[in-house]
């Protein structure tokens, strides 16, 4: 079984500013690891994935996170933020090699962007 | 960009009524899911389908939960019996076959129980 643990529940930021989204999984098998984002009243984007290879990993609007094996934690970065980005961020997992098996996500970090 | 679409957006129904959720996948995809949230807490699985049967369920996936695609497009979230704890933000999502592929998710319905 796998579980996800997002370490922040609110995040406030200054526009510009570096921002980090802490995420911790625990799992008894191999996993791969994604960040979605949902802004109001929408479903959720995915931002990014590791599946295999370079630890770091870049996605969409600027994201990028680092998988670290060894701490079992998969952070979201960006170096400077701006109000549009101002969403709920989930960080999930999933067990590797099983098409359409579960995300298991975690619960979620609110990022308020304030100018 | 293709996209998963889900109707109604909102739902209210009376305690004890079926309802039913809809989700048109996005055309290529072959696995389908659904999550739900209830509010202000996680997202959480509850099913998978894949090439017209259940592939994984979650333990919330009980026996007044039933899937069905219907026809080539549409995917089905049935609820036989509402209950007040039903009520929740349910999320369709759909993937291509392969174990890396990432799931593509809709805007989602938010049900409401009375």
């Known amino acids: 079984a796998q579980s996800v643990t997002q370490l922040d529940s609110q995040v406030p930021v200054f526009e510009e500013a570096p921002v980090e989204l802490r995420c911790n999984y625990s799992s008894s098998v191999s996993v791969y690891l994604f960040w979605y984002v949902q802004y109001p009243n929408q479903g959720l984007q995915l931002l990014l994935k590791y599946l295999s290879g370079s630890t770091l990993v870049k996605g969409i609007n600027g994201f990028e996170a680092e998988f670290n094996k060894s701490q079992t934690s998969f952070h979201l970065r960006k170096p400077s933020v701006h109000i549009s980005d101002t969403a709920e961020y989930f960080c999930?997992?999933?067990?590797?090699?099983?098409?359409?098996?579960?995300?298991?996500f975690g619960k979620g970090t609110t990022l308020s962007v304030s100018s | 960009e293709p996209e998963v679409t889900q109707t109604p957006s909102h739902q209210v129904t009376q305690m004890g009524q079926e309802v039913i959720l809809r989700c048109v996948p996005i055309?290529?995809?072959?696995?389908f899911y659904w999550y739900r949230q209830i509010l202000g807490q996680k997202v959480e699985f509850l099913v998978s389908f894949y090439n017209n049967e259940i592939s994984e369920k979650s333990e919330i996936f009980d026996d007044q939960f039933s899937v069905e695609r219907p026809d080539g497009s549409n995917f089905t979230l049935k609820i036989r019996s509402t209950k007040l704890e039903d009520s929740a933000m349910y999320f369709c999502?759909?993937?291509?076959?392969?174990?890396?592929?990432?799931?593509?998710f809709g805007d989602g319905t938010r049900l409401s129980i009375l």
């Open positions: 999930a997992v999933s067990a590797v090699n099983q098409a359409g098996t579960a995300l298991i």
């Open positions: 999502a759909s993937s291509r076959v392969g174990v890396n592929q990432p799931q593509h």
């Open positions: 055309s290529n995809h072959l696995y």
